[in-house]
């Protein structure tokens, strides 16, 4: 093989790597106050701010990526929380924090 060739595939090959790196999933921080906790589901329903990036403030159920998140919060905790997307849109919940004393979670 020349080293004409060699260059090629590997020139093409970095592309396809670096094409699956910018493919891969993207990251959102929000705050927001647990509403319910779904065991069952492995889903916790937050009020939740605006989401900068990817939605506005509203409340909905979001999946936690690992079950004994549930049980480190409890209703009417106001939690920050990292979000991931994957390629098909799907929200799941990464890392979450209970805030202290926090207020106007809403406003921020």
């Not at 699956?20 to 319910?36: D, P």
């Not at 065991?39 to 939740?48: G, Y």
């Not at 990526?65 to 997307?85: C, Q, R």
């Amino acid at each position: 093989m020349t080293t004409a060739k060699k260059f090629i595939i590997l020139i093409s090959m970095m592309f396809i790597m670096f094409s699956s790196f910018t493919a891969m999933a993207k990251e959102y921080t929000a705050k927001g106050t647990v509403n319910e906790i779904k065991s069952e589901s492995k889903k916790l329903t937050i009020s939740h701010g605006p989401v900068k990036g990817l939605m506005g403030a509203m409340k909905m159920d979001f999946k936690v990526a690992y079950p004994e998140m549930l049980s480190d919060v409890n209703i009417g905790n106001t939690i920050k929380f990292t979000l991931d997307e994957d390629k098909k849109g799907n929200l799941t919940i990464t890392d979450l924090e209970i805030i202290e004393n926090s207020e106007k979670v809403m406003a921020e």
